[in-house]
């Protein structure tokens, strides 16, 4: 049996989170899943209920689960809170204590969203990317402060990097190279930073270990030009924490919109799943976000902590044949296909699957 915890949190992320249970659940009558589902408190619903994004007893049901169902922290309303209290802080040390130290974030174009896309379609046709971040290492966990002397305020931040934590995260994304196109670039920016000059020798240590795997390496500026101007090149593109988060959102745009990227943190035991969008403040409440992030993201989850390939290529399917059908919430819609809310779309998708 399989325990799930939800964590919608703020925004939108309640609103795709509700969406992404009703395709669970229409999934589950078909297979006959066996899971338990459990709810709690993260972010900005957590600190106005408690004074803490991640609270004690969010923490406990955690450590009482198998897989965590994340909708997005943050908002406005929490913006100025100090940064060791900010919604976002909440994630961090859920990402942290619980080791999820990959983060797999497929960018995929899908076929019939090519004319949303703002590249050509020449460019983005055929993309498939798995970008394999570093989740809990680099600039975000290192020591950082502020000082101030006279009127002058200094800031900084440290990225720091082992050779364990490289070397996992590496093997990681070889092991799916494997079942992939047996090809991975890794990203780094060795002709200035000493922790990429440790990646770097990493990597070719690890590839050593995979003879069927092509590495090659990039510079992340060069990288996140070549995502431009020739996306499909890359099959696993894998780097760290910082790199990751930036390049993951740049890479988003091939796919059309934000609210089409799922994503999977993991490590040696619990599994997050995600929509990669934050909490998108400007739609919230309105019936307006796309829940194909979030119903794409349980996808992943059956793949990967279910292990069930066949019920999570039918909730690939139903998105592609509800996309084909041409319903499409308003971030990925043009004139003449079906404007629909994300309620609409949840139900959609859920039926294509019955
Ligand atoms: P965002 O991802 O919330 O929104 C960026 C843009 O994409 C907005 O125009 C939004 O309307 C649109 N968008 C996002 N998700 C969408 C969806 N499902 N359907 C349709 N449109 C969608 O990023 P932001 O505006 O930079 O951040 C808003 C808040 O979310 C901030 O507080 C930020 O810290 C937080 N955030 C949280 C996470 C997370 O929970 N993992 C990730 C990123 C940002």
Not at 53 to 64: C, D, H, I, S
Not at 85 to 108: H, M, T, W, Y
Request: charged share 25%.
């Amino acid at each position: 049996m399989i325990e799930i915890l939800l964590l919608p949190g703020d925004g939108v992320g309640p609103e795709v989170v509700e969406q992404a249970m009703i395709v669970l659940d229409a999934v589950k009558s078909k297979y006959s899943l066996e899971y338990t589902i459990s709810e709690g408190m993260i972010g900005g619903q957590a600190i106005d209920a408690t004074g803490k994004p991640l609270p004690q007893e969010t923490l406990k049901k955690v450590q009482a689960s198998d897989v965590i169902i994340l909708g997005s922290v943050g908002g406005p309303k929490w913006d100025a809170l100090p940064s060791d209290i900010r919604p976002e802080k909440g994630l961090l040390e859920l990402r942290k204590g619980s080791d999820l130290f990959a983060n797999l974030r497929p960018v995929k174009c899908w076929p019939q969203l090519l004319e949303q896309s703002p590249f050509k379609n020449h460019v983005v046709e055929g993309v498939d990317i798995l970008i394999v971040r570093e989740l809990i290492g680099g600039a975000y966990f290192g020591k950082k402060g502020t000082s101030h002397e006279g009127e002058s305020t200094a800031a900084f931040d440290t990225i720091e990097y082992n050779d364990m934590q490289i070397r996992r995260i590496i093997k990681k994304a070889m092991d799916i190279a494997g079942t992939r196109r047996n090809r991975i670039t890794s990203v780094d920016k060795a002709n200035v930073l000493e922790t990429s000059r440790l990646w770097r020798k990493i990597a070719e240590e690890e590839a050593l270990n995979y003879p069927k795997i092509t590495l090659n390496h990039l510079y992340v500026d060069n990288c996140a030009m070549q995502l431009c101007l020739n996306p499909a090149q890359f099959d696993i593109i894998v780097t760290e924490n910082m790199f990751g988060d930036i390049l993951s959102d740049q890479a988003s745009v091939l796919g059309a919109s934000l609210g089409m990227l799922p994503s999977a943190s993991i490590g040696e035991g619990i599994a997050l799943y995600e929509p990669i969008h934050g909490s998108a403040p400007d739609i919230a409440g309105q019936n307006k976000a796309n829940p194909l992030a979030a119903i794409l993201s349980v996808a992943m989850m059956l793949d990967i902590s279910f292990n069930h390939r066949q019920a999570a290529e039918d909730v690939e399917k139903a998105v592609e044949n509800v996309l084909i059908a041409g319903l499409r919430t308003a971030d990925i819609w043009t004139k003449g296909l079906g404007l629909v809310g994300t309620r609409e779309m949840g139900k959609a998708i859920a039926e294509q699957i019955k």
